[in-house]
Structure formats: structure tokens, C-alpha cells
């Protein structure tokens, strides 16, 4: 773990992975970049609106079975509404994203986008676009195109493995799975991404530290 101060506001900051670059000041949110043993500003982030998630910084759970610990988030938008991806730490110095969307979580973890194949996969990373409901193969397993869309960040805060300044423009392709897999591809003009997982329920994960939301009880495993 890496303490220094916050070259904007001097709180002290705290970087907890080498592989987790970028932090949100919680106190100016300055957007801070580690190099070296240095830190550089290299922006602000918004701040966050207002939402009706229970999961926060400081969440914590098990899955597969390393328990993990959520200290990050990128608030994403689109037309029509908007989604969180909080990362989280495992105890194992690995990271991940718990995706929130419409009441539903997805556990993800990055992969080599080397890694697939399939034709359609590859026409998405050179650019193009489908349609909704177009099917493919991942590691030999039935997908469709759930979703497709252009995204941008609203916000971001806590520790994050790139910086994710608001305005950042991705597209954005989700893959379902009858399997209960799922998976998500994120595009910039030069750089994609993928991610792979699952879906997952928040009293399976056994998250503790839940937030409380007027008007919802926190369970009794996420107290």
C-alpha cells in the first residue's frame, strides 16, 4: 500500500494495488495518477449523483471464494439512464467489477480479448456494430448480443484500475449467456476491453456493509 498526500488538498490518499494506477481524492476529488513514487493531478471528477444502490466503498463479500472488498466506482450513462460498476479488491491482490443494472448484479473479471474468436466478437473490436439478439460463441458456449449502446462517464470515485474523467465516451456491448454467463465488451477508438463473469445475487456474494436506503431494509447478511 502507497500513502502520499494529495498534491491539491494535501488529505492523505492511499493507493492499495500497484495494477490499481488511479484514484479519486475523497476529499476534492481530484483525480490523482500514480508514477514512480510520485502522483500527478490530472483532473476533476464530478461529483456523483444521487442513486439507490446498497453497495458503497467499503462493501465486502466472498465469491469463488475469495473475499473481496469494494473500493471503486465508475458511474456510466446512456440516453435512457444509467448503471454502476463498482470495483472490487480480492484478498489475493486481483480485482474485478460488480456491474449494477435494473436491480441485477454481475460479477466480471478482465480477459485477453485475444481470446476470442468468434467472428462477430472480432467484426465489434474492428468497429462495427450489430444488431440486438445476434448470436455468437465464447470458449464454446451459446451468447447473444443483450445490449448495445455508446456510454459515458458521469463519475468515478475511490481506486480504479485507468482514470475515468467525466465525459469519457466508450461503446458499450453486453453478451448473455443461457448459461447464466455474461459477459461485456467496452470500445474506444484504438482500445477494447473485455470482461467475463456471471451473474450473481447480493445474499450469495455475503456482502457485509451494505448502505441503508430509506424505505428498504438491509438484510440481515449485509448488515
Known amino acids: ?14 493507493f492499495r494495488s500497484p495494477a490499481l494506477p488511479s484514484r479519486v481524492c475523497d476529499y476534492c476529488r481530484t483525480i490523482l495518477v500514480r508514477s514512480g513514487d510520485g502522483i500527478e493531478a490530472v483532473g476533476k471528477a464530478a461529483a456523483l449523483p444521487f442513486d439507490v444502490s446498497p453497495i458503497a466503498i467499503g462493501t465486502t463479500g466472498s465469491f469463488d471464494p475469495r473475499r473481496f472488498e469494494v473500493i471503486g466506482r465508475v458511474r456510466w450513462g446512456w440516453e435512457d439512464g444509467s448503471w454502476n460498476e463498482w470495483l472490487v479488491l480480492f484478498d489475493d491482490g486481483s480485482d474485478g467489477w460488480l456491474a449494477e443494472a435494473m436491480g441485477q448484479f454481475m460479477l466480471l473479471r478482465e480477459r485477453p480479448i485475444g481470446d476470442i474468436t468468434d467472428p462477430v466478437f472480432r467484426l465489434l473490436i474492428d468497429g462495427r456494430t450489430v444488431l440486438v439478439g445476434t448470436e455468437l460463441r465464447i470458449d464454446g458456449d451459446p451468447f ?45 477508438a484504438t482500445l477494447s476491453s473485455f470482461y467475463d463473469g456471471r451473474y450473481v445475487t447480493l445474499a450469495e456474494l455475503q456482502v457485509r456493509g451494505l448502505r441503508p436506503i430509506e424505505g428498504w431494509r438491509v438484510p440481515a447478511f449485509g448488515g
Open 1 to 14: 500500500m502507497l500513502s502520499i498526500s494529495c498534491p491539491n488538498c494535501g488529505a492523505e490518499v492511499q
Open 144 to 188: 447473444t448480443v443483450a445490449d448495445a449502446r455508446p456510454a459515458t462517464c458521469i463519475a468515478s470515485e475511490g481506486e480504479l484500475p485507468f482514470t475515468a474523467p467525466p465525459g469519457w465516451s466508450i461503446y458499450s456491448v453486453d453478451f448473455r449467456s443461457p448459461t447464466g454467463r455474461v459477459a461485456s465488451l467496452q470500445r474506444e
